[in-house]
């Protein structure tokens, strides 16, 4: 049998079924994030709609997880929860690893002050735990996804900057790279074309894993209050807002945090076998 | 010389993610009492598991053993595994190929040696232990052995771990001392080196000697006999003297022609090809496809020719005797 | 080490230094206008520009903050301008009673996660590695606050086997301070059902804190341990008949333990980090609920004050550790 390389890298990904199980989570939720107004049972529940006739109902036939406060779908609002932090996580995540990314290469490459000083700002950053500096971010301003975003990526981008900065300090004096600045490639052309690509394995692991994280930093801002204001539907405020009314009505909280649970669980499954796929230590 | 280690017939398979992989085929071994017995063959032959084997230190999951490993009459593969295990550190011990590697890097000598002492000998006490200790490394021309106790391994030679390992080794009077491709980190005179200082020392303490080594001419001077293996066989076993005036097997040929000579003008040759894949080995002659001899015939099962002493799985061996 | 260590507490010293200029620049600049801020829309004109001269926010920034700073160093961020004390005395007040559950969750992080990966590398991929490997993957994926409204809703709510909220019970009287911390305190005092209650209390919501740092150090205990196992000072040990649980607990742990103590330091801080909510749900009356309610309400100083706090700690914690790392790893120690 002919081994084709793409073919084997399945293999290696999938020899932990429990990357496959993840890899099929995180499908089943794009999937139903994308196709959320089609998916769900109820899309205009995702918006401001009142239904007091029907609030507060345990999960039944019609309401297959039930109903929150004000009588919405609670499994409409999961699915599109599913939604904003799938976009959430997208955001937050290409910006930390763009910033970390340009930090750690640059650091190490002009080296002297530059590296000194960068390296000194990520480390201040990584001080303070990310939850609550991007909590005191958002505490100086109305609350808004985009202010959200942005926040997380400024408590974020330390965590990619140091990754890179750690792997490309290990590559500076590989021959590649000699090579490279031999023939006369550019200084720009070193760090992205030579130096970048050889991060990608680790960056693309790190980001499976971050997607997970960043979730659920997000939904631990909006559980305190502090993420997309409402109606949006979001599922850290789902769980927030079903704490409130315990024991009673137990599963708006239970539903919702079980949904956050599976995307983050899905994204960890992923990174551990990408982490076999590639081989990463660690 | 009664014997003291007997390996008959012994099969070792490895189940791994693509399949079995027979990493030894029905191999034959044994050494007498204070015997030096080489093991000799490229790495991937064998050598190390069939070491591993004798100290019980194979993993018991996916290992399939069969055979016989005699020790002073016991079965190794069939006795309780508590009793192999009272065996390592008193009866067997074993040096391995990086002294700095193989000694721990947080503790200090002393903690490690003081460790072997205590299986050597459970009621000494400190003061007993570390004169003891100090004796040890005296023996192995340590000239300052509190030193070197007070050190952790990355802080010493590579030449001086090499032999605060076989002190070590030789703390508990072994039987049997396996010596697993000893010094080939280290460069050749200190090689050179501490082999004399363990091959003195086992002579005077009556330990056999189990060397593995994939260099033949560190073997010349050292061992009694040789046996070479190849793709988890052993193809030739012979007297040290003998086999090197007469190799028989071409594989031990092509080997003494692979090694550098300081005492002649001819550059070593390398053999051509490399050891087989043992996932899948068919019946016959394993060196065939690397054999200037090879013949049709080749691929039936080769039976081992023993005379005097020497044998060798080689059927044109048989068609000159 | 000397070296060593006074090399770290340069970089301590640098990184609070960088956390106040950060928290300045946040509180004071990016605002524009931090007395408005603070005051909310509500407030006339003259309440703002009252505040703007008792704060002296029409200074140069500069000259602001060497005041911060020269406060900060005393001690003095000002008053908490929602429960107008000093906001030192607010932490004072509030930090022992986070401290008591840092300390309970840390040690449960510590002790059950580097056990967890301990018993998961000695036994690889048979069932104690397994159950470990998959209660590790529940507690990073699921969130803690998900854990905590679970364990409440299970173990308080439908069993009632343990209590809601709080740090004691309403019939009971706080022990006399002596430490700040409950537990400890009634246990000094003598005072046993005092000690059972706080005990009580401090569960759940430590195990509900400590669950995301424990599985992070099972796993890296783990990894490391699985590494330490295939190396060739293992199998010296067991080539020389070392009892195999002091190869376990002896042999290869003192060398893989290194890198789980290298990032315990930033899991302390993660479970200060993660107290901010945790203490919301429990309704525990620590610094961190309130750094929330500080957060919340605009109460700049108290804020700048707790994220300061927070750094701080650590800082000490992480020169606590690269204390003991160096101790135990002496390549460290015998380098400087």
């Not at chain 1, 929150?68 to 929860?81: A, E, N, T, Y």
């Not at chain 3, 986070?98 to 301990?118: D, H, K, P, S, Y």
Request: charged share 15%; glycine share 8%; hydrophobic share 50%.
């Amino acid at each position: 049998m002919q081994p084709n390389p793409k073919w084997r890298a399945w293999r290696r990904f999938a020899r932990n079924r429990l990357s496959v199980l993840g890899m099929v989570l995180i499908l089943l939720v794009i999937f139903s994030a994308v196709f959320a107004p089609f998916i769900a049972p109820y899309p205009e529940h995702a918006g401001v709609v009142v239904n007091f006739a029907d609030a507060n109902k345990p999960p039944s036939a019609q309401y297959w997880l039930g109903t929150d406060s004000v009588g919405r779908d609670v499994l409409s609002r999961i699915i599109f929860g599913f939604r904003n932090s799938l976009i959430l996580g997208l955001a937050v995540v290409s910006l930390a690893i763009s910033v970390g990314t340009i930090v750690g290469i640059t650091a190490v490459y002009l080296g002297g002050k530059v590296e000194i000083v960068l390296m000194r700002i990520t480390d201040v950053f990584l001080a303070i735990p990310s939850l609550v500096l991007a909590m005191a971010i958002l505490g100086i301003a109305r609350p808004s996804q985009m202010l959200a975003m942005i926040a997380m990526a400024v408590a974020w981008w330390p965590w990619h900057a140091r990754l890179v900065y750690g792997i490309v300090r290990s590559l500076k004096h590989e021959g590649f790279v000699t090579a490279a600045e031999v023939v006369g490639a550019s200084r720009i052309r070193v760090m992205f074309g030579e130096l970048l690509p050889n991060c990608a394995p680790n960056l693309l692991t790190k980001a499976s894993l971050d997607m997970g994280f960043v979730i659920l930093l997000g939904a631990s801002l909006s559980f305190l209050g502090m993420g997309a204001p409402p109606p949006t539907p979001d599922l850290g405020t789902m769980v927030s807002e079903g704490s409130q009314y315990l024991p009673d009505i137990w599963w708006l909280s239970v539903t919702a945090g079980l949904a956050i649970f599976i995307v983050v669980l899905g994204f960890n499954l992923v990174a551990d076998g990408l982490r076999d796929l590639f081989d990463i230590v660690g | 010389m009664h014997e003291l280690l007997h390996i008959s017939n012994l099969n070792l398979t490895f189940e791994t993610h693509d399949g079995p992989v027979h990493v030894l085929h029905g191999v034959d071994l044994s050494v007498g009492a204070g015997e030096r017995v080489a093991l000799v063959g490229e790495s991937g032959s064998g050598k190390s598991v069939t070491a591993r084997a004798i100290m019980g230190l194979l993993p018991d999951r996916r290992v399939r053993i069969a055979g016989r490993i005699g020790f002073e009459g016991a079965d190794i593969l069939r006795e309780p595994p508590a009793r192999t295990k009272a065996r390592r550190g008193r009866d067997i011990t074993m040096i391995f190929q990086d002294p700095m590697a193989a000694l721990n890097p947080v503790f200090k000598i002393r903690q490690q040696f003081t460790a072997v002492l205590d299986r050597v000998d459970r009621r000494l006490t400190g003061q007993e232990a570390e004169e003891h200790m100090r004796a040890a490394l005296r023996d192995v021309s340590i000239v300052d052995p509190g030193r070197v106790l007070d050190s952790y391994s990355f802080q010493l030679s590579g030449g001086l771990n090499q032999r605060v390992m076989i002190a070590m080794a030789l703390a508990s009077r072994p039987k049997l001392l396996i010596a697993d491709e000893p010094g080939t980190a280290l460069d050749v005179t200190v090689q050179q080196q501490t082999l004399n200082i363990m091959g003195n020392l086992s002579q005077a303490y009556g330990t056999a000697i189990l060397f593995i080594s994939h260099n033949l001419g560190v073997v010349r001077k050292f061992a009694d006999r040789v046996c070479v293996m190849y793709a988890g066989r052993i193809v030739e076993s012979a007297p040290t003297d003998a086999l090197f005036a007469d190799p028989r097997h071409p594989y031990t040929r092509a080997l003494l022609a692979s090694v550098p000579r300081l005492s002649s003008d001819r550059l070593p040759e390398p053999i051509e090809g490399s050891v087989p894949d043992l996932s899948k080995l068919a019946e016959g002659c394993p060196f065939r496809p690397r054999c200037q001899l090879s013949r049709p015939e080749c691929d039936a099962p080769v039976p081992m020719r023993r005379d005097a002493g020497r044998s060798v799985a080689c059927i044109h061996e048989a068609s000159a005797a | 080490m000397t070296k060593f260590l006074l090399g770290r507490l340069v970089s301590g010293v640098i990184v609070i230094v960088g956390v106040s200029i950060f928290m300045f620049f946040l509180a004071r600049v990016i605002p524009g206008d931090p007395a408005r801020l603070a005051l909310g829309p509500e407030a006339s004109a003259a309440q703002v520009e009252a505040m703007r001269q008792q704060m002296g926010f029409h200074e140069p920034y500069v000259e602001q903050y060497l005041r911060f700073v020269g406060g900060a160093v005393n001690f003095d961020f000002g008053r908490s301008l929602y429960t107008d004390n000093p906001v030192s005395q607010d932490i004072a007040a509030t930090f022992p009673a986070t401290l008591e559950l840092v300390i309970f969750a840390g040690l449960a992080m510590t002790l059950i996660g580097g056990a967890m990966g301990i018993a998961s590398a000695h036994f690889k991929d048979r069932w104690p590695d397994n159950s470990a490997r998959i209660l590790s993957l529940l507690a990073v994926a699921m969130p803690n606050f998900v854990w905590a409204l679970f364990l409440m809703l299970i173990l308080s709510f439908w069993l009632g086997v343990l209590p809601l909220t709080g740090r004691l019970s309403e019939s009971l009287a706080a022990p006399p301070a002596f430490t700040g911390l409950y537990t400890v305190d009634a246990l000094i005092a003598g005072e046993w059902q005092v000690f059972l209650d706080a005990l009580a209390h401090i569960v759940l919501p430590a195990v509900a804190l400590s669950l995301p740092g424990l599985a992070q150090i099972s796993r890296l205990t783990r990894t490391n341990m699985v590494d330490s196992y295939d190396r060739p000072f293992v199998e010296f040990a067991r080539a020389y008949g070392f009892p195999e649980r002091s190869i376990a607990l002896k042999w290869a742990l003192r060398p893989a333990i290194i890198p789980t103590l290298m990032i315990l330091g930033m899991q302390i801080v993660a479970l200060l980090g993660n107290a901010f909510i945790v203490e919301t749900i429990f309704h525990w009356p620590g610094m961190a609920k309130y750094g929330v309610n500080a957060i919340v309400r605009k109460d700049l100083n108290a804020m700048v004050a707790v994220v300061m706090f927070i750094s701080v700690f650590f800082v000490l914690i992480n020169m606590l550790i690269d204390t003991l790392v160096s101790f135990i790893d002496p390549k460290i120690r015998l380098k400087a």
